[in-house]
């Protein structure tokens, strides 16, 4: 017997949300840190993170009656990542920082690394920064060198870690509207499931 209702929800076991909730918790830590309260970007940056991570949630929701709802929820929070991607991407452009390309090792590291929360990644962060700080100097831990981790490579690697996670997200989103789109291709939508479910009644 068909079910009129499918399964649906289970949101939290997905892993484009939880990397989109990993990225609105850095980026909510990275605002208060190194963009201004007063700028509008501020807002735009957490509404847009914010976004990823609530569209999905509601696009699993909604496929138990609208498989169409979930594809375009989806596609909702993967163009809200975008747009928070290009924010990062800007604030690097615009401090004159480097912005790692898709080979750069860090990336991979970072990847590889598979941190849960924003406190990982913040460990994650100053781990390396250190690293590229000491590579072929001195380790004695001065003011100045403190001054430089916090003023340019701490801003400069959690931008770049937030984007490296932005761009996981936002590839597993992209899976996961195609493989919504085969789904509703062989099955149809709630109509249909209804039709169905009335046809198996009947007989």
């Not at 209702?5 to 830590?29: C, N």
């Not at 509404?47 to 999905?56: D, E, F, P, T, Y």
Request: with cysteine; aromatic share 8%.
């Amino acid at each position: 017997m068909t079910d009129l209702i499918e399964k649906h929800g289970g949101y939290r076991k997905l892993k484009s949300f939880q990397i989109a909730q990993l990225v609105y918790d850095i980026t909510v830590r990275f605002v208060d840190k190194y963009v201004s309260k007063f700028s509008r970007t501020t807002d735009q940056m957490v509404q847009a993170a914010r976004s990823g991570v609530q569209n999905i949630a509601e696009g699993s929701q909604a496929s138990a009656t609208s498989r169409e709802t979930e594809i375009k929820l989806t596609q909702v929070a993967r163009a809200s990542l975008e747009e928070l991607k290009l924010d990062y991407e800007d604030f690097l452009r615009q401090k004159g920082f480097e912005t790692w390309d898709r080979q750069h090792p860090l990336r991979q590291e970072l990847v590889d690394r598979r941190q849960r929360t924003a406190d990982e990644v913040a460990r994650w962060v100053m781990e390396v920064s250190r690293r590229r700080e000491h590579g072929g100097q001195s380790k004695t831990n001065t003011a100045s060198t403190k001054s430089i981790l916090s003023t340019k490579i701490y801003p400069e690697y959690s931008a770049n870690a937030a984007l490296t996670l932005i761009s996981v997200a936002c590839y597993l989103l992209d899976q996961q509207v195609k493989q919504q789109a085969d789904y509703f291709t062989k099955t149809g939508g709630f109509k249909e499931r209804m039709y169905k479910v009335r046809a198996e009644a009947r007989d």
